[in-house]
C-alpha cells in the first residue's frame, strides 16, 4: 500500500470489507499480519476492527469513528461500552478454560521437573 503525501485524506474503509477481514482471519486462524498482507493493510489497523468486532459485534465496524463525536454530553465520555451477553459470557467461558490450562501446564511442568531432578540423582 502506497504511503500518502501530507495532505492527502487516508484510506477509508467500508463496514463490510472491515467485517470480511476479521471474518476470514478468525475463520482461517490467521496471524493479524498475515491478514494485513493478504488485505494489504496494516496489521495494527487488522487489531483495532478484531477489538470492535469482539465488543460490539459486526455492526461496531460500520460505525464512522473518526473526527469529534457529536455527542458532547458527558453522558458518554467516561463510561465503559456494555458487551453483548452472549460475547461477554464467551469471553468468561474462554478466560476460565484458559485458567484451567495454565493450572494444568503448571502441574505438568513440575511433573517433569520432577522427573528430571530423580533421573540425575540415579546418576
Known sequence: ??????????????GEFKQKV????RAESLSYREAG???EIKHHQVIAWERIYLEEGAAGLHVERRGRSRLESGVQKGRPRQLDKNIEEDL?????R???E???LKKL??????????????R
Open 1 to 14: 500500500m502506497p504511503k500518502g503525501k501530507p495532505g492527502e485524506s487516508k484510506n477509508h474503509y467500508t
Open 92 to 96: 468468561i467461558a474462554e478466560n476460565q
Open 37 to 39: 498482507r493478504i488485505f
Open 102 to 104: 495454565v493450572d494444568y
Open 109 to 122: 511442568n513440575a511433573l517433569v521437573q520432577e522427573r528430571q531432578l530423580q533421573e540425575r540423582k540415579r
Open 98 to 100: 484458559l485458567r484451567m
Open 22 to 25: 476479521v471474518e476470514q482471519m
